[in-house]
């Protein structure tokens, strides 16, 4: 299962992104989705994951300014990323926890990660 993510760029402090990715491959079904990011000289963090239902969880620090959503039919994840503030520079990465059929339909599971897309915002 391999993950596309698109969306990054440079904004000002105060204004909007939206990122996406999808998953794609064969015999295969997403569970959660969720978007993770990282910043220079920091380790890796949670930012927002959403189950197959709808269920949601956010970081505290984006509480209120992002949120997650998912389009299932396309295998899709979003995250709109509103008042958007300098620390939330990063890389952000979206993954995506899958259950893979095998040709003999033993299930596997495990989480793709996408390519990772730059998030840049000038004060």
């Known amino acids: 299962v391999q993950l596309q993510a698109y969306g990054g760029g440079l904004v000002q402090a105060g204004g909007s992104l939206r990122l996406s990715c999808a998953a794609s491959?064969?015999?295969?079904?997403?569970?959660?989705m969720g978007w993770h990011r990282q910043a220079p000289g920091k380790q890796r963090e949670l930012v927002a994951m959403i189950a197959s239902g709808g269920t949601t969880t956010y970081a505290d620090s984006v509480k209120g300014r992002f949120t997650i959503s998912r389009d299932n039919a396309r295998n899709t994840v979003y995250l709109q990323m509103n008042s958007l503030k300098p620390e939330d520079t990063a890389v952000y990465y979206c993954?995506?926890?899958?259950?893979?059929?095998?040709?003999?339909?033993?299930?596997?599971?495990?989480?793709?990660w996408g390519q990772g897309t730059q998030v840049t915002v000038s004060s």
């Open positions: 491959g064969s015999r295969f079904r997403i569970n959660d």
């Open positions: 993954t995506g926890d899958y259950i893979h059929y095998s040709e003999h339909d033993v299930p596997v599971v495990g989480r793709s």
